[in-house]
């Protein structure tokens, strides 16, 4: 089976338990959202989803990707007055937000580190997500071999 047809199944299943169906509108969206991990943006999306549907609006690329969001298929990142982006990896992972490119990186945690930062919220307090945002310009060794 392709990844194409599993990522397809995994959508469509999610969005069933949610009780909505997968449109080829959303199909489309997260396929572009899976093909290149880079946290787009909604405008970035809709760019590389007008090749394969042409007729899709702004407004409807906006709607499948909260759509999306509110599936837990992907995560909606926000970095202070900038526009929302999106990312499908839903592992617990930081990102790093290039200051000077805009580009933003997934940067993986380790579990222990997940339980520090956990145990240091008060008593009774349990989390249902933690978002870190590390923001920054990449030195000049890491930008001239990346």
């Not at 580009?103 to 240091?120: G, R």
């Not at 978002?131 to 920054?136: A, M, S, Y």
């Amino acid at each position: 089976m392709s990844s194409a047809t599993l990522n397809t199944d995994a959508l469509s299943q999610r969005l069933a338990d949610s009780g909505l169906r997968s449109t080829p509108q959303r199909e489309v969206v997260y396929d572009v959202l899976l093909k290149k991990r880079d946290h787009p943006t909604a405008d970035e999306v809709f760019a590389r989803v007008k090749n394969g549907l042409p007729t899709i609006s702004l407004a409807t690329v906006y709607n499948c990707l909260e759509t999306l969001v509110q599936c837990n298929l992907v995560r909606a990142v926000n970095f202070e007055r900038g526009p929302t982006r999106y990312c499908p990896n839903l592992l617990p992972h930081a990102h790093f937000h290039d200051e000077k490119t805009g580009k933003t990186h997934d940067i993986d945690l380790p579990a222990d580190l997940l339980e520090k930062v956990n145990s240091v919220l008060p008593p009774g307090y349990n989390p249902s997500s933690v978002e870190i945002i590390f923001r920054g310009k990449a030195t000049g060794e890491v930008a001239s071999s990346g």
